[in-house]
């Protein structure tokens, strides 16, 4: 299909930034390869860490010519657009913060829709059943009343006061807490998490996801790390306490079918566990986000 046609078909994904790759997997010079809305795409850093990004294929013509794409870096990654964007990326302040620990913890191909993604990582009722003795374990299974707010003018999903017991909430715990969260959607293939943290109570850690969507049905997704913790030696262990978490998500985000997800609430019966899911969606409708998603019925 080519690049009009997508551009008419999912305007919102197409005129919208998304991460294509963490910086530190990079090596100056050598390019690599990915898919964006389907689309395939080169891209390379120098020296200097600037990247260039550019199609390949039939978007790329005349095929002696680079087909270049928007491109950025922010918080560690290269953000690109296929389109026009009709705005900016969404700002991290606490990136700015020169004693946080920042580090991209993973990035891992699933089979699952854009959404999907996102969905699963809003989610607190699994944190028992799928990340026992890490974020949660029984009998502690009870998701408390929270609240979801959907700001349509700055384009963000807010859910606040949300609380969970969590045998070991980070890297940095030494015993289980009831940790404080508050879950940011700012964009529609990335979610902000923040965590209430055991180095300092007055600040949160800030977990992210990123979501690159290969295609509608393929993605890679990225875990942004922004912590306060002095007391982990190496980065590695950081990395290796969120892969673990990931780790756990990734068959149960492979086994939900069907892949895209539907926007239509009626199709999957809610609970109120699911009351960010419900925002979410409704978020995606309002916005006409159409990729990776089955439409509402009309």
């Known amino acids: 299909m080519l690049s009009s046609q997508k551009s008419e078909m999912?305007?919102?994904a197409y005129n919208t930034w998304h991460v294509i790759s963490a910086t530190d997997d990079l090596v100056p010079g050598k390019v690599e390869q990915t898919y964006l809305l389907g689309e395939p795409l080169q891209f390379v850093i120098d020296d200097t860490g600037k990247p260039t990004v550019w199609r390949?294929?039939?978007?790329?013509?005349?095929?002696?010519?680079?087909?270049?794409?928007?491109?950025?870096?922010?918080?560690?990654?290269?953000?690109?657009?296929?389109?026009?964007?009709?705005?900016?990326?969404f700002e991290i302040p606490e990136y700015s913060e020169p004693d946080r620990r920042i580090m991209n913890a993973l990035s891992v191909g699933i089979n699952t829709s854009p959404p999907r993604a996102v969905e699963n990582?809003?989610?607190?009722?699994?944190?028992?059943?799928?990340?026992?003795?890490?974020?949660?374990?029984?009998?502690?299974?009870?998701?408390?009343?929270?609240?979801?707010?959907?700001?349509?003018?700055?384009?963000?999903?807010?859910?606040?006061?949300?609380?969970f017991y969590q045998p070991k909430a980070a890297m940095a715990s030494t015993e289980g807490v009831m940790a404080d969260y508050i879950y940011r959607v700012p964009h529609p293939f990335c979610a902000v998490l923040?965590?209430?943290?055991?180095?300092?109570?007055?600040?949160?850690?800030v977990i992210s996801v990123f979501v690159t969507p290969l295609d509608e049905e393929h993605i890679k997704a990225h875990l942004a790390i922004c912590i306060l913790d002095t007391t982990t030696e190496f980065d590695k262990?950081?990395?290796?306490?969120?892969?673990?978490?990931?780790?756990?998500?990734?068959?149960?985000?492979?086994?939900?079918?069907?892949?895209?997800?539907p926007l239509d609430v009626r199709a999957e019966t809610p609970?109120?566990?699911?009351?960010?899911?419900?925002?979410?969606?409704?978020?995606?409708?309002?916005?006409?986000?159409?990729?990776?998603?089955?439409?509402?019925?009309?």
């Not at 974020?135 to 609380?163: F, M, R, S």
């Not at 978490?245 to 079918?257: A, R, T």
């Not at 609970?271 to 009309?298: C, M, Q, V």
Request: glycine content about 6%; proline content about 7%; charged content about 30%.
């Open 10 to 12: 999912y305007p919102i």
């Open 237 to 261: 262990d950081i990395r290796l306490f969120q892969q673990t978490i990931l780790g756990q998500d990734k068959p149960i985000l492979e086994n939900q079918m069907p892949r895209k997800l």
């Open 56 to 89: 390949v294929g039939p978007q790329a013509e005349p095929k002696n010519a680079r087909a270049y794409v928007n491109t950025q870096l922010r918080y560690g990654y290269i953000w690109c657009v296929l389109g026009e964007p009709t705005k900016g990326i």
């Open 121 to 163: 990582f809003l989610d607190m009722a699994h944190f028992p059943f799928v990340h026992d003795g890490i974020l949660g374990e029984e009998p502690h299974t009870e998701v408390v009343e929270y609240q979801v707010d959907y700001n349509e003018e700055a384009g963000e999903i807010w859910a606040t006061d949300c609380k």
């Open 271 to 298: 609970i109120r566990a699911d009351k960010s899911s419900i925002i979410y969606r409704r978020y995606l409708r309002d916005i006409g986000l159409r990729f990776g998603t089955i439409p509402e019925a009309t």
């Open 194 to 205: 923040y965590k209430s943290s055991p180095e300092d109570l007055e600040r949160m850690d």
